[in-house]
């Protein structure tokens, strides 16, 4: 197999320069299509490119081109659809489309998007060039944060809806998995707005607002570390979520801080830390009392992990025993957030329509265009590069064990027996049939 590589210069390049704001009306069409290969090649090509620390060009590029607003507002975009088109979709009864496979591109865009943006949001330079529209950003990080904490799925929901097979289910169903979808979602969006906070110092002043006050993210983040919906415990076992499964932790191993974990922590620190944010911050009474939870946490197993927790520590027992100054009012005129609104503005009322135009236009392709956007999609998703991404190794979507065997026609699913492909095959077999003659071979199980 020959080893999965970074775009060239001159290829990374040319995907960046197409990048471009698109219709919520055109999602899922043509040309709709070709921007989420765009996405998703520079998604796989930036997580290569930081695995082997040569990432700068691509936050070049990005910068230079003033891309990550137009990112940012796909992003958004794709989460409008999601909760106003999406749900149209699937109460329409006369919609039984051939393959649902075209919606779960749309959903999975969303994903796509801001895991591109959790690769490359560590840099400042990347910070920076959002401009105003790193508001949109925050205010979108707060929605999934805030679903995050009220979520109360069990693991195996999760982790089933994490890995879905290639059955393509009718919309219905898609809608759980979208909604199953979004607790995926949301970590990354925690990754990405704890990178935001590493650049406290230089985001203007309207983003530290609307942080502090009009979200109240310490205090949301306080719930997280309070809850932990990434853990869980499920028939006596207990489980933490990483790198997209639920694993089984040992005891010896609990206490130990995930990647996930962390994020949180260093969040706080940046916000409560900073001098720019205890300015702006309002320690009044009641969040002076969820902030003061924290020191329930702050173990000297935790700080051994993390010693700048050791910083946060200092700062609680003095805010248990000190009235802060009260937040600085600063007379301005205050940015407000706008990609959302403008995106309802132009298409409140319009829903079923656009609905029902998506139907006719994108996604209910015949036969012949089935095959060629499956050809189409085989080059975007190519085997060597899945495999490199992947973290872990494959899992039979059976029992859930690691499979060493690959099915022979598609070569995309995986299973541990014969007996569990044999199984699973009258829902792997329209997904199959469709990817084998995308790749041009044949035969039968």
């Known amino acids: 197999m020959a ?14 320069r197409t990048l471009r704001g698109t219709e919520l009306r055109d999602a899922g069409g043509k040309g709709w299509l070709r921007q989420h290969e765009c996405v998703e090649k520079l998604n796989m090509h930036a997580i290569l490119s930081a695995s082997a620390g040569q990432e700068q060009l691509l936050i070049e590029l990005l910068v230079s081109h ?11 975009s794709v989460e409008v659809w999601k909760h106003k088109v999406f749900p149209v979709l699937c109460r329409l009864e006369d919609f039984h489309p051939r393959s649902t496979f075209p919606i779960y591109v749309v959903l999975h865009h969303e994903a796509s998007i801001i895991n591109l943006l959790e690769t490359v949001f560590f840099h400042k330079e990347i910070c920076e060039s959002a401009e105003d529209s790193i508001l949109d950003l925050i205010d979108y990080c707060h929605r999934k944060l805030t679903l995050l904490t009220a979520r109360s799925l069990p693991a195996g929901a999760i982790e089933k809806a994490s890995t879905p097979n290639c059955a393509y289910p009718p919309p219905q169903e898609l809608q759980k998995q979208a909604e199953m979808m979004e607790f995926e979602i949301a970590l990354k969006a925690l990754s990405v707005l704890r990178f935001i906070t590493d650049q406290v110092g230089s985001l203007p002043l309207s983003a530290l607002t609307r942080m502090l006050n009009t979200h109240n993210l310490p205090c949301l983040l306080v719930e997280l570390v309070e809850h932990c919906p990434w853990s869980c415990r499920e028939a006596g076992k207990f489980k933490k979520f990483e790198n997209g499964t639920w694993l089984v932790v040992p005891l010896e191993d609990q206490m130990k801080m995930t990647k996930l974990d962390g994020q949180v922590w260093l969040a706080l620190l940046n916000l409560l830390l900073s001098p720019e944010c205890q300015h702006k911050y309002h320690f009044d009474g009641f969040n002076k009392s969820q902030l003061l939870k924290l020191r329930a946490f702050l173990t000297d197993v935790l700080l051994d992990q993390l010693p700048n927790l050791v910083e946060m520590q200092r700062f609680l027992s003095h805010l248990a025993v000190a009235e802060p100054a009260p937040p600085k009012k600063d007379l301005v005129l205050e940015q407000v957030p706008v990609i959302w609104d403008h995106i309802l503005k132009k298409n409140t009322g319009k829903w079923e329509a656009i609905a029902k135009h998506q139907v006719k236009h994108a996604f209910s392709p015949t036969e012949e265009e089935l095959k060629l956007q499956a050809r189409r999609w085989a080059q975007t998703y190519s085997l060597d590069m899945l495999e490199v991404l992947a973290p872990d190794k494959p899992r039979c979507p059976v029992c859930g064990v690691e499979a060493a065997k690959r099915c022979s026609r598609c070569r995309n699913e995986w299973y541990c027996t014969r007996a569990c492909q044999v199984q699973h095959w009258q829902k792997h077999r329209t997904a199959c049939n469709l990817l084998a003659q995308a790749s041009g071979t044949a035969g039968t199980l």
Not at 66 to 76: D, F, H, N, R, T
């Open 66 to 76: 003033a891309k990550i607003p137009v990112l940012i507002g796909e992003l958004i």
């Open 3 to 16: 080893a999965a590589e970074p775009l060239s210069p001159a290829e990374a390049e040319a995907l960046v």
